[in-house]
Every structure is written in structure tokens, then in C-alpha cells.
């Protein structure tokens, strides 16, 4: 399976929004409600933000937020803040139980 | 609390077989849903999944790497221990262990990896 594409870098200014797309196709993204996105700071493990597209694991903030269409998942974050600066993956189910990731977006708060 | 924690070795020559053991504590790999995980980073480069070993001992590999992937469990100790055979460059890496959450296809626990230098 191919990985999911995602734009290289994306930036934004404190307290403003920015949105992350991951593109797959209708054997991952397009079929399955699988989608799950990651935070990594430099020399850090990921850390899950969201997921099945748009769900938040205990602890995360609510300036998260994923959503889906068609072959294309979201991962919107709100209320810019420096901390937020880091490498973001997107993650879906590709069947067959397999799971394809997405080629990481660099976030820099401006 | 759960926590996972990568070990193996820092460097391994290209054709050798790498070995690296996820030993994890608060959970257990015997209870119903459970499921760990491997994925792989190289320097710089993107996140890959590897392989799953679930509760119930049934086991899933990356269709790219499954010939050359083994993933087995050591219930006594806690462990799960990933195998990648005849290395390659290619293979140098950060490699996570993780646990799957309940349902579904995410990683909700991450070790913080141990690197992996084929040279």
C-alpha cells in the first residue's frame, strides 16, 4: 500500500487555526472510519490526538479536531500556541490488517 | 500505569538479524483486546507500522516486510520481541513499541524507541 499524502509544512500564527489534509484513496481513507493522527515534538515518541477520524483520547485538548471526506482526512488544530509546533502524521486502516501512515506535516507557529 | 520500553542492539552489519524486545508493564498481553504494536522511524523520515501481536496470539505483518518480520511474545517476562531479517541501510531506524487502542487501528501508549544503526 502507498502512504497517505501529506503537504511537507503548514504554518500559522498564535491563536489562529491551521488544518492539516492527508490524502489517501478508497481502499484506506475513502472505506474505512480508521483515521487516527499523531503529535511528535524532535526526539520524542508520537503521541495520539485523535482517532476513527474524529474521536480525542482522554487528556487531549479540544483544539484538536479531525474530520473526513471522501478519500481526504482533516486534522484541524485551533488556538495556535507555540507547543504546538511539531511533526504531525496521519495514520488509516488500508485492510487486509494493515495500516498505512501519511509522510508527516511540519507545523511552525509563526 | 502503562508504560513500554524498547531495547536491542545500537548497531547491526547489513545481512544480520535484528532483534529488538518491547517490555512493558501495566497491562497484560493475555487479556481480551489487548494488542502491541511496532513501528519503525528512520532519521528524518516518516512513521511505518511493522507488525501486531494480539491477546490472542495472532499476528499481522506489513505487506512490504512480512517475509522478512517475526513478532512473538515472552508472556513470563512481559515482552514482545520483534525480529527483521537479512538487514539493510534501509533499515536503520527508530523502532516504537506501542499498544493499540481497544478497538479499532490507533496507538495510544508509546515506548520512546531505540535506535537501530545498520552499518
Known amino acids: 500500500q502507498s502512504a497517505l499524502t501529506q503537504p511537507a509544512s503548514v504554518s500559522g500564527s498564535p491563536g489562529q487555526s491551521t488544518t492539516v489534509s492527508c490524502t489517501g484513496s478508497f481502499d484506506d481513507i475513502g472505506k474505512y472510519n480508521l483515521v487516527s493522527w499523531y503529535q511528535q515534538h524532535p526526539g520524542e515518541a508520537p503521541k495520539l490526538l485523535i482517532y476513527d477520524v474524529l474521536k480525542r483520547p482522554s487528556g487531549v485538548s479540544d483544539r484538536f479536531s479531525g474530520s473526513k471526506s471522501g478519500n481526504t482526512a482533516s486534522l484541524t488544530i485551533s488556538g495556535l500556541q507555540a507547543d504546538d509546533e511539531a511533526h504531525y502524521y496521519c495514520?488509516?486502516?488500508?485492510?487486509?490488517?494493515?495500516?498505512?501512515f501519511g509522510g508527516g506535516t511540519k507545523l511552525t507557529v509563526l | 500505569q502503562v508504560t513500554l520500553k524498547e531495547s536491542g542492539p545500537a548497531l547491526v552489519k547489513p545481512t544480520q538479524t535484528l532483534t529488538v524486545t518491547c517490555t512493558f508493564s501495566?497491562?497484560?498481553?493475555?487479556?481480551?483486546?489487548?494488542?502491541v504494536a511496532w513501528v519503525r522511524q528512520p532519521p528524518g523520515k516518516a512513521l511505518e507500522w511493522l507488525a501486531r501481536?494480539?491477546?490472542?496470539?495472532?499476528?499481522f505483518y506489513s505487506t512490504s516486510l512480512k517475509t522478512r518480520l517475526t513478532i512473538s511474545k515472552d508472556t513470563s517476562k512481559n515482552q514482545v520481541v520483534l525480529t527483521l531479517t537479512n538487514t539493510d541501510p534501509a533499515d536503520t531506524a527508530t523502532y516504537f513499541c506501542?499498544?493499540?487502542?481497544?478497538?479499532?487501528?490507533?496507538?495510544?501508549?508509546w515506548g520512546r524507541g531505540t535506535m537501530v544503526t545498520v552499518s
Open positions: 495514520c488509516s486502516y488500508a485492510g487486509l490488517s494493515t495500516v498505512v
Open positions: 501481536f494480539d491477546y490472542d496470539g495472532s499476528r
Open positions: 501495566g497491562f497484560s498481553l493475555s487479556s481480551p483486546g489487548v494488542r
Open positions: 506501542t499498544r493499540m487502542i481497544d478497538s479499532g487501528w490507533a496507538f495510544d501508549v
